[in-house]
Each structure stands twice: as C-alpha cells, then as structure tokens.
Nanobody, 116 residues
Framework: VQLVESGGGLVQTGGSLRLSCAAS????????MGWYRQAPGKRRDLVAT???????NYADSVKGRFTISRDNGKNTVYLQMNSLIPEDTAVYYC???????????WGKGTLVTVSS
C-alpha cells in the first residue's frame, strides 16, 4: 500500500487547511484510515481515524475543529482543519490500517505550520 499526502503548509492562527491522502496498491474494504501528527521532540499522536463505513474517532485536542472524511471510491481520506492554533504545528502522517491483521502503512508526512 502506498500513501501520498498533500495539503500541508503555513497558515496563521485561526486559519484553515485541508489535508488529503490517497492510497493505492492492495486496498481492502476492511480498513481504517486516519491521521497522526508529530511535533518536534514529541511522540507521534493520534489526530483522527475513520473506518471504511464512516465511524470516526478524534483526539480531544481537535474535537470541534477538525473533521475527517473519506471517499472510498478514490481510496482517499481528508482532514479539514479549522481554527488552527500554534499547538497544531507538526508533521501530519497518513495512516492506512488493515483491520484483518492490524498491519499499518504510513505516508511520508506533510508539514503543517501555524504561526502566531
């Protein structure tokens, strides 16, 4: 499975960005896609995930500001990020998880920088 992310960049506090991640290769319907992020000097943490059927899960820190969605026909997951704050600055990684064996695939990451 290959994952290609896009949409990162520099934005001011209060601004918005939309990340996209397209999956290709051996795609199974039973999967979870999502986003994690890693700030400098910190561990990689959950942002949001979404199952193939559309069940979502969010980190408390982004609830009400970020929205995850997916287009199963395009094998693509999106992350709409609104009301961005400097603490959201990180490299955002796309995740594809095969549910039947739990194997994870990761994208190379896209940098999001929120200036104060």
């Amino acid at each position: 499975v290959q994952l290609v992310e896009s949409g990162g960049g520099l934005v001011q506090t209060g601004g918005s960005l939309r990340l996209s991640c397209a999956a290709s290769g051996s795609i199974f319907n039973s999967n979870v896609m999502g986003w994690y992020r890693q700030a400098p000097g910190k561990r990689r943490d959950l942002v949001a995930t979404i199952t193939h059927s559309g069940t979502t899960n969010y980190a408390d820190s982004v609830k009400g500001r970020f929205t995850i969605s997916r287009d199963n026909g395009k094998n693509t997951v999106y992350l709409q990020m609104n009301s961005l704050i400097p603490e959201d600055t990180a490299v955002y990684y796309c995740l594809y998880q095969r549910r039947f064996d739990g194997i994870n695939y990761w994208g190379k990451g896209t940098l999001v920088t929120v200036s104060s």
